[in-house]
């Protein structure tokens, strides 16, 4: 597709459930980010892949999020047992450079998917 | 690590006013540094970038942004502002030899008519 995208756009969950947030990449963007807006506030990292290994998972809050990017392209986040205070914005970027010199790349970030735990 | 302030959370502005957001990060050796625009219901997009040489750059929408080294910041300015200027606008660092940006908490820019 033309940009990044995201699914479910709105995902509303229950105290305890688990639940699977997809990203869809740029096609043949070699690093992929994910991190967590809460209201209000600006996105704060989560983790990131080049390809399919995940090199920097520092910013998830706790053994409860796990991420995969299996072959390389699609990504999933998956959050076990979810709580009240996992309930933020989503956002995946993607950016093509997975060279060390590209640090400069910007990137390109999906519309995200809101998640509701009630 | 790398910290990012956006003083202001939020700027209302009449149109065709001029308007300055707000940047500055903790200090570190070499730095990349980005703004970018959230439209509303929209993924944030980027709007311009310092990596290294004139340390005013400039977006195709008329916004500009200047890197000062002494005082880590990068403003983002516009001389006059339109009614579709009206979003949230994230400032964001890049430690250099690192892959991963840190964004600012964000400024809300509204625009009035």
């Known amino acids: 597709g033309a940009g990044v995208s995201q699914s479910p756009r709105y995902k509303v969950a229950k105290r305890g459930q688990d639940v699977a947030l997809r990203c869809d990449p740029i096609?043949?963007?070699?690093?992929l980010f994910w991190y967590q807006q809460a209201l209000g506030q600006g996105p704060e990292f989560l983790t990131y892949?080049?390809?399919?290994?995940?090199?920097?998972k520092s910013g998830l809050p706790s053994d409860r999020f796990f991420a995969e990017r299996p072959e390389g392209s699609v990504s999933t986040l998956k959050i076990q047992r979810t709580q009240q205070e996992d309930s933020a914005v989503y956002l995946c970027?993607?950016?093509?450079?997975?060279?060390?010199?590209?640090?400069?790349?910007?990137?390109?970030f999906g519309n995200g998917t809101r998640l509701t735990v009630t | 690590a790398q910290s990012v302030t956006q003083l202001d959370s939020q700027v209302p502005v009449f149109e065709e006013a001029p308007v300055e957001l707000r940047c500055n990060y903790s200090?570190?050796?070499?730095?990349?540094l980005f703004w970018y625009v959230q439209y509303p219901n929209q993924g944030l997009q980027l709007l311009l970038k310092?990596?290294?040489?004139?340390?005013l750059v400039e977006s195709i929408n008329g916004f500009e942004a200047e890197f000062n080294k002494s005082q880590t910041s990068f403003h983002l300015r516009k001389p006059s502002v339109h009614i579709s200027d009206t979003a949230e606008y994230f400032c964001?660092?890049?430690?250099?030899?690192?892959?991963?940006?840190?964004f600012g908490r964000g400024t809300s820019l509204i625009v009035h008519p």
């Open positions: 200090s570190s050796v070499s730095v990349y």
């Open positions: 310092y990596l290294s040489g004139s340390t």
């Open positions: 970027a993607s950016s093509l450079p997975g060279q060390a010199s590209s640090y400069n790349s910007p990137l390109h």
């Open positions: 096609s043949g963007h070699v690093s």
């Open positions: 892949f080049q390809n399919e290994a995940q090199l920097d």
């Open positions: 964001a660092v890049k430690r250099g030899g690192s892959y991963i940006p840190t």
